[in-house]
């Protein structure tokens, strides 16, 4: 028998990635090569399976993974009060009983919401442990004023987050101007403070799996904690190509670096099958450290319920439904 | 294991396919297996029997039958009764009798994909995702070439009964590749599966009776080698088809010499895959993986040779032995595991004594540090590094889970090492560089070449080899052609045979004109016959007319060695050799009166035939002047977001044996096709009447065709073609002659496994469009590789 550790949030087992010097010769060395990545990124659901208990514990890691998100225009308190509650307890205890994982104070990775969303946040998970996570510096565009997004850092840092989710200057990317990439991201890292960085790419806008690469590289160099897909207001947002380039960078800042980064897709991801083959891919090209809270998120906001459906059908070999689980 | 447990270490847990219904099949059939001869099981003659073994864990699912000379004849007499009404069906019947079977196996897919599992040992992610999908592409795709057939390929008609063997590592998807092409084209076939994987095949054949095909245009003979030899034997066999060992292959080769038995034979290969210093690495790891370890690397154009350019290779290494770690063998069932069973021990022998050898030769070996499953038949994989091309493993072919690296410099160098090999099957390129990786590939003496991907298939593109991989293709446009012929091949007459042989070398000419030496044509010079002996050319009357050249195997060494270096004739562009062509046909037009006045006297033909012949040779050489940049590759289009390039190459050095029979045109129809194609061609003039093709150098010296690429030698046939059939640097080798020497030639092509194009005795009418100039010729004269380019940035 192992020894089952109690889960902790966000307790992180490597050291914060400090950032390097912006290093032009490592981007020239990238190469993406779109047919190969995607011929692998299709057939790795070939090559690996969860079934049964496993995917049950699976699923189970996907919800402690989970930055429980809302991020719309008509957000109220109510609205984030409700979400966090849910991020508190993601699964029905009496499932968690049947699956055998009382007592594991399971929630959700964090909770991700707008600037103004924070201190109802924060007074709402207090005591859970579970990180406010804010989404920052222009959301989703990234283009208003760059003074304004390093104050809007600041001010979210001051409110409670914990984790800052910046969006990056596509046009940097499109333009090739990495320096510049370099500066800002650098800048809104500085201004995080202790809070972590995620640095959001927008895959969507990018053009090529070359640029999400160089994009990838950059951001780990000016000192991001994750790296991550989208905002989930592009039209195209997470997807296993993309994923397998960015964590592929992860792991090539690594070999560079000896930091481990952490990655987040997050827009498009519903359904409990399409989280099983981010997971997989997670382990297969970085490893079991990848599978956990302190370097792997998910940005969803329908997942936990289908994720939900699926861990009752394990415990009582019935379908469910939808209104069987608790609304986030 | 608790969920809470799984929850803190996510490791995999076992995800099995169930074999139930699988099992429940072979239950179904009692565990033992009749023939399939006439759309019936029929019990075979001898009682002897295989088994068919499951390799992961030793149990026997079923008893084979061991078909012997006299099941075979059954079969074959079924299929040879079964083929005249299938060929009369029609197109569209049969090609809705393909497109039956196309759906019957996805109807079927999961039992048969569960059984080749089984009965082979492969992953049923393999079976499930590649073999079986792939099976029914192959029907779908050859039913629409049933269905196109009157018009794609007018003038062309099925060979008859063809007879297939095939191996264990693909047993249904190898099927499929023999079946397809064969019965949409209106053949009937007699298949031998190989005898530890017999199973799927005796399943389609189950298919097959249920969807209706008529009884005896599908028969399925199992049993071992001797099986296979009593069909290879078999008298009334049209087509041979063969996928296998190379040393099988050349057996196979030597029985079928002079029978007039087409043959196509994919053997065996040490494909090289390319990483050039600007290539995806992480994506050409991947691509090892598909490369080696696809089917415990029991595939014919595995990617074993890894030739990685020096400045990455450390690091490539360093990624391929961490990806190696990751790999996940174990029951083949398992859907979450990467590699399965070797297919049986001897085969797991093998592999070890090579691994052995390779290590005792200095190698450096390396595996990863997990451990395979002590019960059934399973190797991990293996990569080896300090491997040098001198060592064995470097050369010999391992057909399991073995991977060689080497290092190159220069694109010129990985070139170099890449065609270090006897085998020519399959190249994989890897680099960013659209230049590059296109500059490469048609460089590499192979038939596929997979840039920035490896171990693709379709039933669109052909496939096959070069040099000791064989020849042929199967698969498209170019595979259909290999299961029909020409219809006037049925026409034509045994040729007339020629005088006795073995003259005695003369001297002293009796004329009045000034004495004229005949010599050879050898690199652009006339050459004097090492011999230093010359043979009297005789009138039709019996005089002495001239002497020319005795030609011994010096010579031949010779010529031959002059067209290895005339690679600048390969390499010119085909307007080029046009030119050259029409530059040809404009001198002998000079000089027509000259050589009609030649042939009258050497052949005894009138002026006017003599002034025809020498007419018709001018518009041969231009018919192949127009065709030098007119026979064009195609571009097929497999389902991926790419291209498939099936490029019409040149063979490299063609040995021609002329014919007796119009000495001027039948020496220009056949060797100006192969030149216009961009072959070297050392070709042996008639016999009889060589002086046509003595004369023809002065045509040549003044119409810049360069040194080397046409060599003209002079002598006795049969003497000279047995050196010319021997020679390794020898591509393809064109007899055109007697029937007994047909076999010699074909006898003799075996080593470097060269492809042969006999006449086998019968005569072509030289003047005939259709027998004398045209697509036939094209085809001999040149070899299809196809490029699989896929494309998105």
């Keep these: 028998m192992a020894t089952i550790s109690p889960f902790k949030p966000s307790a992180h087992s490597h050291a914060r990635n400090p950032g390097m010097a912006l290093s ?226 992860i792991r090539s800042y690594q070999e560079m670096t000896g930091y481990k980064i952490g990655y987040k897709p997050a827009g498009g991801i519903s359904l409990a099958k399409d989280i099983l083959g981010y997971q997989i891919m997670m382990k297969e090209e970085l490893g079991d450290d990848w599978l956990q809270p302190d370097l792997f998120r998910i940005g969803a906001s329908s997942l936990l319920g289908d994720i939900e459906r699926q861990l009752e059908h394990f415990v009582t070999g019935r379908y469910s439904a939808d209104f069987r689980h608790p609304l986030a | 294991m608790s969920i809470a447990e799984i929850f803190d270490t996510m490791s995999y847990g076992a995800a ?275 490369a080696i370890w696809f089917n415990q690397g029991q595939v014919c154009c595995a990617g074993s040779r890894l030739l990685l350019q020096e400045g990455i290779a450390e690091k490539m290494i360093a990624k391929l032995k961490a990806r190696m770690e990751n790999l996940r063998l174990g029951d083949p069932l398992d859907k979450s595991i990467d590699m399965g069973a070797i297919v049986a021990p001897v085969q797991l022998k093998s592999i070890d004594k090579l691994v052995k050898t390779g290590q005792k030769e200095g190698a450096q070996m390396w595996q990863p540090s997990w451990a395979v499953p002590k019960d059934g038949c399973f190797y991990p994989p293996t990569l080896f590094t300090e491997v040098e091309p001198a060592n064995t493993i470097a050369q010999e072919e391992i057909f399991g889970p073995v991977v060689v690296a080497m290092t190159f410099r220069t694109p010129t160098e990985a070139v170099q090492v890449a065609n270090n090999t006897r085998y020519g099957l399959a190249a994989s390129i890897w680099s960013e560089n659209i230049n590059l990786a296109l500059d490469i590939a048609p460089k ?72 004229r030496t005949a010599k050879m044509y050898i690199g652009g010079k006339q050459a004097r016959p090492d011999s230093g002996y010359s043979l009297p050319v005789l009138s039709p009357t019996g005089q002495n007319l001239a002497e020319v050249g005795h030609g011994n195997r010096k010579d031949v060494r010779n010529a031959v060695e002059a067209a290895r270096k005339a690679t600048g004739w390969t390499n010119a562009s085909a307007h080029n050799r046009a030119q050259v062509l029409y530059y040809i046909a404009e001198n002998l037009d000079i000089r027509k009166s000259e050589f009609a006045d030649r042939l009258m006297q050497t052949t005894g033909v009138s002026r006017k035939k003599a002034t025809d012949e020498v007419a018709a040779t001018i518009r041969r050489l231009f018919s192949y002047g127009a065709w030098a940049d007119k026979y064009e590759s195609r571009v097929h289009t497999p389902p991926m977001r790419g291209v498939t390039l099936a490029m019409k190459e040149a063979l490299g050095t063609v040995g021609i044996i002329c014919p007796d029979e119009n000495p001027l045109l039948s020496l220009i129809s056949l060797a100006a096709p192969a030149l216009a194609m961009g072959n070297r061609v050392v070709l042996i003039a008639s016999e009889r009447h060589p002086l046509s093709a003595t004369d023809f150098y002065q045509i040549l010296e003044t119409s810049d065709m360069p040194a080397g690429a046409f060599n003209i030698l002079t002598g006795l046939r049969d003497e000279l073609s047995d050196t010319l059939a021997k020679h390794d640097d020898v591509t393809s080798i064109w007899y055109f002659g007697d029937q007994k020497g047909s076999q010699e030639v074909e006898l003799a092509s075996t080593e470097n496994m060269k492809q042969t194009w006999v006449s086998n005795g019968k005569a072509r009418n030289w003047f005939d469009n259709e027998q004398g100039e045209g697509r036939e010729f094209l085809r001999h004269a040149t070899r299809i590789k196809n490029i699989w380019i896929p494309y998105g940035e």
């Design chain 1, 24 to 249: 032009l010769d490592a981007l020239e060395d990238v190469r993406v090569n779109l047919s190969a990545v995607e011929r692998r990124a299709s057939t790795l659901g070939g090559r690996r399976t969860v079934k049964k208990a496993h995917q049950a514990a699976w699923l189970l890691k996907a919800v402690s993974c989970m930055d429980l998100t809302t991020l719309s225009g008509d957000d109220t308190p109510g609205r984030v009060r409700r979400l966090c509650a849910k991020a508190r307890q993601p699964v029905r205890p009496d499932l968690l009983k049947s699956l055998g994982m009382e007592g594991r104070n399971l929630t959700t990775g964090a909770v991700c919401v707008y600037h103004s969303m924070i201190e109802t946040a924060v007074t709402a998970l207090e005591g859970s442990g579970i990180p406010i996570a804010a989404v920052s510096t222009g959301f989703p565009a990234g283009l208003s004023p760059f003074d304004l997004r390093v104050k809007e850092i600041e001010a979210s840092v001051a409110a409670g987050a914990s984790e800052i989710d910046i969006v990056i200057t596509r046009g940097h990317v499109l333009t090739g101007n990495w320096q510049a990439l370099y500066d800002e991201v650098k800048a809104f890292r500085e201004a995080c403070r202790d809070a972590h960085l995620k640095a959001i790419l927008g895959t969507g806008e990018l053009g090529t799996l070359r640029n999400v690469a160089k994009a990838s590289l950059v951001a780990m160099m000016a000192g991001a904690d994750f790296i991550k897909t989208s905002t989930g207001k592009e039209s195209v947002n997470a997807t296993l190509p993309v994923t397998l380039v960015m964590i592929r960078m």
């Design chain 2, 16 to 290: 099995p396919e169930s074999d139930e219904l699988a099992l429940k099949w072979i239950a179904d059939h009692k565990k033992k297996f009749d023939l399939f001869i006439g759309g019936k099981w029929a019990k075979a003659k001898s009682a002897c029997c295989l088994d068919s073994v499951n390799p992961a864990d030793g149990s026997k699912l079923a008893k084979i039958s061991a078909a012997n000379a006299k099941d075979v004849d059954l079969a074959v007499k079924a299929a040879r009764k079964a083929q005249k009404d299938w060929q009369a069906l029609g197109g569209h019947s049969r090609a809705r009798h393909l497109y039956a079977l196309a759906r019957a196996i996805q109807r079927n897919s999961r039992l048969l994909a569960v059984l080749e599992t089984l009965d082979n040992g492969k992953s049923v992610r393999e079976t499930r995702d590649i073999d079986i999908p792939l099976v029914a592409r192959h029907f779908y795709h050859h039913a629409g070439w049933a269905q196109l057939q009157d018009q794609e390929f007018a003038g062309y008609e099925p060979m008859g009964v063809i007879g297939q063997i095939i191996p264990w590592n693909f047993p249904l998807l190898m099927l499929a590749w023999k079946i397809a092409p064969a019965i949409a084209a209106g053949n009937t076939v007699v298949l031998k599966p190989a005898e530890f994987t017999s199973l799927t095949a005796l399943c389609f054949a189950e298919i097959c009776k249920d969807a209706g095909l008529p009884d005896g245009v599908i028969n399925i003979i199992t049993g071992d080698g001797s099986t296979g030899q009593a069909l290879v034997n078999h008298p009334d066999i049209d087509k041979i088809a063969f996928t296998g060992s190379t040393e099988v292959g050349r057996e196979i080769r030597k029985a079928t010499a002079g029978s007039g038995k087409h043959l196509t034979l994919e053997l065996g290969g040490k494909s090289p895959f390319i990483v050039f210093e600007d290539a995806d690495l992480d994506s050409a790891v991947e691509g090892v993986v598909d």
């Design chain 2, 444 to 515: 590499l003496d192979c038939g596929v070449v997979w840039i920035n991907s490896t171990n693709q298939f379709d039933a669109a593109c052909g496939f096959g080899g070069t040099r000791e991989s064989g020849y042929g293709r199967e698969g498209g446009h170019e595979g259909m052609l290999e299961v029909l012929k020409p219809a006037y091949l049925n026409k034509l007459p045994l040729s007339k045979p020629g005088p006795s042989k073995g003259r005695t070398p003369a001297s002293g000419v009796a004329t009045t004109d000034l004495d």
